[in-house]
């Protein structure tokens, strides 16, 4: 069983958040009171990795230790264990539902774990790795809606718990490329999770909201109600794909269509796009007086269709789980590619939703750089840690995490746990 912290002896949690297109860390001091205070942050181009897989062992590793490194410089700190973020695998959720008898005893911490344990034990397979197991709701004899069962008496003790899974082979090689650059994996946290614990406030976590990640090489949700995961998703379009579009469309390198991107692309056409011209370099020519000269409103043509594809994505997939008037009528967007122009608006229109862009909350010392949409997965990853280390109520703990539901490690903590719930 994972660690659920990265947490050194020192009182350090450090985040890992490999993506698509950048590599990031982040090294936070937690106070008394569980406030994070960010002392070192370092960010490195990713290489080896599509789709959010890694398919360079050795470029990702570099990248992974490259920016490891300058995060330990900032910070003159050395960490040993990290927080990862995953988007690799294509991860998906389901809730089951897990019974166990109690003979009409008091509700203990004991009873949580074991309908947990069990309801983790039943799912165990080998082509589909459990990456979270999070109670979203108990029952006691029929009973639903109990948030918190320790005390209460019953015949029959249940949980419907949330089960997010992901391809093992993907997991692995994620896991062994971070221990390959010298670092323990504490804990893997789907990335839309991750970036939901950093952006959003608790009546969008209550009332009910979705959080769209929008990375470089995936797209995923993650939908919140009543302060819990409820379900993930993902798609596997992203920002690079856009990029590509554009260097197919208007045979420019690479390199030339992100800068475009960036600087003139928008997903929402303007009056004014026929007007503005775009020097676009072709694919070869060396001389810049062979650029061609074309209207944004190009541009534009070629960026919109993706973005909007990646969108009605999202809608289906949220659509076809159930989950989306539990959702409620609140998006946050989050990542890189969220930050294209006209994006926010994109999405109210094809997800008749109200939109809003996130940004990393609850955590200090970020600055305006690092503070936006591209880098609320790696902060989530410290939220993360520290919403499970403060977190001590039955049902709010992902099973990774400690508290009432910690498995104890070694023989004589096992043996004390039997002892407890038997005798």
């Not at 109520?393 to 096992?414: I, K, N, S, V, Y």
Request: aromatic residues 4%; charged residues 20%; proline residues 3%.
């Amino acid at each position: 069983m994972r660690k659920v912290l990265a947490q050194t002896k020192n009182g350090l949690i450090a985040a890992l958040d490999v993506g698509s297109t950048k590599v990031c860390c982040f090294i936070a001091r937690a106070d008394e009171e569980g406030n994070l205070r960010i002392i070192g942050i370092g960010h490195q181009v990713s290489d080896g990795v599509r789709a959010g897989a890694i398919v360079d062992m050795e470029a990702a590793e570099t990248s992974i230790m490259s920016a490891v490194h300058a995060t330990e410089q900032m910070a003159g700190e050395t960490i040993h264990d990290v927080i990862v973020n995953l988007s690799a695998g294509f991860p998906t959720s389901h809730t089951l539902n897990f019974e166990v008898a109690i003979a009409g005893h008091e509700i203990s911490a004991g009873d949580i774990r074991r309908v947990l344990g069990q309801g983790r034990a039943e799912y165990e397979n080998g082509e589909r790795e459990l990456v979270h197991c999070i109670p979203v709701g108990y029952m006691i004899d029929g009973s639903r809606g109990i948030r918190d069962p320790r005390g209460m008496y019953g015949e029959r003790f249940g949980v419907d718990m949330l089960m997010v899974t992901a391809t093992a082979g993907a997991v692995r090689t994620l896991t062994t490329c971070v221990a390959r650059s010298h670092l323990d994996v504490a804990s893997l946290v789907v990335s839309p999770f991750a970036a939901g614990l950093a952006c959003l406030v608790e009546d969008e976590m209550n009332l009910g909201a979705t959080v769209i990640d929008m990375g470089g090489g995936t797209t995923s949700l993650a939908v919140f109600y009543d302060g819990k995961l409820m379900h993930a998703d993902s798609v596997p379009l992203g920002g690079s794909h856009v990029t590509s579009d554009i260097a197919r469309g208007l045979s420019t390198p690479v390199a030339h269509a992100e800068r475009m991107k960036t600087l003139y692309g928008s997903a929402m056409a303007s009056p004014s796009d026929e007007r503005e011209t775009i020097d676009v370099p072709l694919v070869g020519e060396e001389n810049r007086s062979e650029a061609n000269h074309v209207p944004r409103s190009i541009l534009v043509s070629i960026i919109r269709p993706r973005i909007e594809e990646i969108f009605e994505l999202i809608r289906s997939r949220l659509e076809a789980s159930g989950f989306d008037r539990v959702a409620g009528r609140r998006v946050v967007l989050t990542g890189g590619a969220s930050q294209l122009q006209g994006v926010a608006e994109l999405a109210r229109q094809v997800l008749d939703k109200q939109v809003r862009q996130g940004r990393p909350l609850r955590i200090s010392g970020l600055a305006e750089a690092t503070g936006g949409p591209a880098f609320a997965t790696c902060a989530g990853l410290l939220s993360y840690a520290a919403r499970n280390r403060g977190a001590t109520g039955a049902g709010t703990l992902d099973f990774q995490g400690r508290g009432a539901m910690e498995e104890p490690d070694g023989r004589f903590g096992r043996l004390g746990l039997w002892l407890r719930e038997n005798f």
